[in-house]
């Protein structure tokens, strides 16, 4: 399959479509994409989210579920290019799926421990967790 970039834009919106069979290509085709649509500048000393869509516990190949190597290749390169170490990947409980219960079952436990980054089940957090998120402009 051959990787493609689709920008489809309404006003200031723009949403990024790459395609590849290679996982040694995710890395370097979200760096592209986040190029496109403008990343903001970070800090190491910034802590950065990510929230996976983890809504069943189906395989990323039935397209309801992020594929581990996408949130591999975001934490790739922010490790990479701002050197960000504090990372988070986050998710809630929901009726049909506990987080934990995806996390592990979804392969983000193992990617948590390879690349050192925390897994936050949002419905066990001790305190509400507060998140500022910079859009570009």
């Known amino acids: 399959m051959q990787s493609e970039l689709i920008s489809l834009r309404d006003n200031t919106e723009v949403i990024p479509i ?5 996982a040694s290509d995710i890395c370097a085709k979200i760096r592209e ?64 799926v506990l987080a934990d219960m995806a996390f592990k079952l979804l392969g983000y436990e193992e990617l948590s421990k390879s690349f050192s980054v925390q897994l936050v089940n949002l419905s066990k957090a001790s305190s509400s967790p507060t998140f500022s998120m910079v859009i570009p402009s």
């Open 18 to 22: 790459a395609e590849t069979e290679e």
């Open 33 to 96: 994409r986040f190029k496109l649509i403008g990343c903001p500048k970070l800090n190491s000393s910034d802590n950065v989210v990510t929230k996976p869509n983890l809504c069943s516990i189906q395989g990323p190949e039935t397209g309801a579920t992020t594929d581990p190597k996408v949130v591999e290749g975001i934490i790739l390169y922010l490790q990479k290019q701002f050197s960000v170490s504090n990372i988070a990947i986050v998710k809630s409980d929901e009726s049909q």
